[in-house]
């Protein structure tokens, strides 16, 4: 399957950064800032010394944010009583490997330096090709003296771009633009593939039925194996971006235990039963 001409000029309609509507975050609580030159939206940034969670998003490195990443970051930060920052980071074909690695990397230093990220109280989040991001940038975090985070908060993590054989011909596509001829190998563009050792706690969220299900599994075990912590979240029938941008009764079954583990990482107290 190819993307084709057409398909690739409505990949690049969706890269603009956008900003949460109106209905999930009113005006005043949202602003637009660059980080290290990368641009980065705050929700509720006068939180920030109480905690923050900054978002990487998924889109098979090809696509920006959606509303529903606005909708699933606003209430996790909300419910978790944090800050919360969007990334928005260069996208293939224009920009493919290392520059959205170069970006993340470049805008969390920059947030370390604006005393932005709270020692033990920040949170790095990402799904889909964004969590593997994540895995890819914690790695390089402690070369560039960056205060790392308490949790990375994974929904199901594309974290390994060689496995071809289990991909549908859309992520196949999108993993050969990203990468445009880099050894897919390399660990900043499959983590599955390089050193787990020395992670900070990891908490998955996963539908048992994504075909990136396999990648939440077996970093589960090789984390486990060197000695680190995580904890799987894994829903039985459920897939195709769950649970971000797939809503419901399993979804906000996986949203709570992601809150529960934002507060538990960032030292708040445990949440009221004001489940959704």
Do not use: C, N
Not at 99 to 111: G, K, N
Request: charge should be negative; charged fraction near 25%; hydrophobic fraction near 45%.
């Amino acid at each position: 399957m190819s993307i084709g001409t057409l398909g690739a000029l409505r990949i690049l309609a969706t890269q603009s950064p956008t900003t949460p509507p109106r209905s999930v975050a009113s005006r005043d609580r949202v602003r637009r800032r660059r980080h290290g030159h990368v641009p980065v939206t705050w929700i509720d940034e006068q939180k920030a010394a109480r905690g923050v969670i900054v978002h990487l998003h998924g889109g098979s490195y090809l696509r920006g944010e959606r509303a529903e990443h606005w909708t699933w970051l606003e209430e996790v930060a909300r419910r978790a009583d944090v800050a919360a920052a969007m990334i928005h980071y260069s996208l293939a074909p224009r920009h493919p490997f290392p520059r959205a690695d170069e970006d993340v990397l470049h805008a969390l230093h920059a947030l370390d330096r604006a005393a932005l990220l709270p020692a033990g109280r920040w949170v790095l989040s990402g799904d889909e090709a964004g969590a593997g991001l994540a895995l890819g940038v914690q790695a390089q975090l402690a070369t560039l003296g960056v205060t790392e985070p308490s949790l990375l908060l994974l929904s199901v993590p594309w974290a390994d771009l060689t496995a071809e054989h289990r991909l549908d011909g859309e992520h196949r596509q999108a993993a050969r633009m990203y990468a445009d001829g880099a050894d897919r190998e390399d660990p900043r563009i499959s983590p599955l593939r390089g050193d787990l050792e020395g992670l900070p706690p990891v908490h998955l969220a996963v539908g048992g039925d994504d075909l990136l299900a396999p990648d939440s599994r077996a970093l589960v075990e090789r984390i486990a194996a060197a000695g680190g912590e995580a904890v799987l979240h894994e829903e039985p029938g459920h897939g195709d971006g769950f649970p971000i941008v797939r809503p419901g009764v399993a979804a906000q079954r996986a949203w709570r235990s992601q809150i529960a583990a934002v507060r538990a990482a960032v030292g708040a107290r445990p949440a009221t039963a004001d489940a959704h």
